[in-house]
T-cell receptor
Framework: DTGVSQDPRHKITKRGQNVTFRCDPI?????LYWYRQTLGQGPEFLTY????????KSRLLSDRFSAERPKGSFSTLEIQRTEQGDSAMYLC???????????FGPGTRLTVT | AQRVTQPEKLLSVFKGAPVELKCNYS??????LFWYVQYSRQRLQLLLR??SRESIKGFTADLNKGETSFHLKKPFAQEEDSAMYYC?????????????FGKGMKLTVNP
C-alpha cells in the first residue's frame, strides 16, 4: 500500500498522559498536513509542513500540542497532558507542492478517559 | 476568515432519484472548492474539484461565485453513493495549503 499511513490506528489513554502519533506520507509528497475531526464535524486544520519546515499552525494547536517532521519524511504529533476534550480522530494528509489534491490517511482515533 | 457551510446533515433518497448536496462558502479571495467523500470504513478521498469541471461517478458540481455556492448533484443516485460527503475550500488557487471543511452530510440511498 503506497498511500498515507498512520500509527497507531487507535489509542486509549488516561487523562494527563502524553501520546504520540506517527504519519508516513506518500513518498514523493513534500507537504504534510494534520487535521482533527470530532463527532459530527468535518476535519479541522491543525498544522502543515513543507519538507521539514512547519509553515502554519492553527489556533486549535495549544501549547500541549507539538508536531515535527525532522527529515522531511514522516511526521509525529505529540499531545502532552491529554484532556478529555482531546478525544478525536487525528487525520494526516499529504500532497505535492503545486498539486491541489490532498491524500488522507486512515486516521488515529484517540480516546482520553 | 474562510467558512464552508453544509446546511443539511442528512439526506435519504431512493435509488434512481436525483440528489443535490448543498455547499455555501465565504471567502473574500478566489478559492478552490472540492468535494471529498468517505465511504463506510474507508478513508477520506477526493471526489471532484471545481477547476477540473469533470463528472466523477455521475456527480457534477458548479462553482457559482454570485451565490458563493458549490452544490454537488447527481441525476440518478445509486446505492453505492451512500457515504459522508464533505465540501472543502482551499484558499490558494493552484497550490495546496490548508483545507477548510464543512461539517459534512450523510447521504443514504435506499434500494
Amino acid at each position: 500500500d503506497t498511500g498515507v499511513s498512520q500509527d497507531p490506528r487507535h489509542k486509549i489513554t488516561k487523562r494527563g498522559q502524553n501520546v504520540t502519533f506517527r504519519c508516513d506520507p506518500i513518498s514523493e509528497h513534500n507537504r504534510l498536513y494534520w487535521y482533527r475531526q470530532t463527532l459530527g464535524q468535518g476535519p479541522e486544520f491543525l498544522t502543515y509542513f513543507q519538507n521539514e519546515a512547519q509553515l502554519e499552525k492553527s489556533r486549535l494547536l495549544s501549547d500541549r500540542f507539538s508536531a515535527e517532521r525532522p527529515k522531511g519524511s514522516f511526521s509525529t504529533l505529540e499531545i502532552q497532558r491529554t484532556e478529555q476534550g482531546d478525544s478525536a480522530m487525528y487525520l494526516c494528509a499529504s500532497s505535492l507542492v503545486g498539486g491541489n489534491e490532498q491524500y488522507f490517511g486512515p486516521g488515529t482515533r484517540l480516546t482520553v478517559t | 476568515a474562510q467558512r464552508v457551510t453544509q446546511p443539511e446533515k442528512l439526506l435519504s433518497v431512493f435509488k434512481g432519484a436525483p440528489v443535490e448536496l448543498k455547499c455555501n462558502y465565504s471567502y473574500s479571495g478566489s478559492p478552490e472548492l472540492f468535494w471529498y467523500v468517505q465511504y463506510s470504513r474507508q478513508r477520506l478521498q477526493l471526489l471532484l474539484r471545481h477547476i477540473s469541471r469533470e463528472s466523477i461517478k455521475g456527480f457534477t458540481a458548479d462553482l457559482n461565485k454570485g451565490e458563493t455556492s458549490f452544490h454537488l448533484k447527481k441525476p440518478f443516485a445509486q446505492e453505492e453513493d451512500s457515504a459522508m460527503y464533505y465540501c472543502a475550500l482551499n484558499r490558494v488557487r493552484g497550490g495546496s495549503e490548508k483545507l477548510v471543511f464543512g461539517k459534512g452530510m450523510k447521504l443514504t440511498v435506499n434500494p
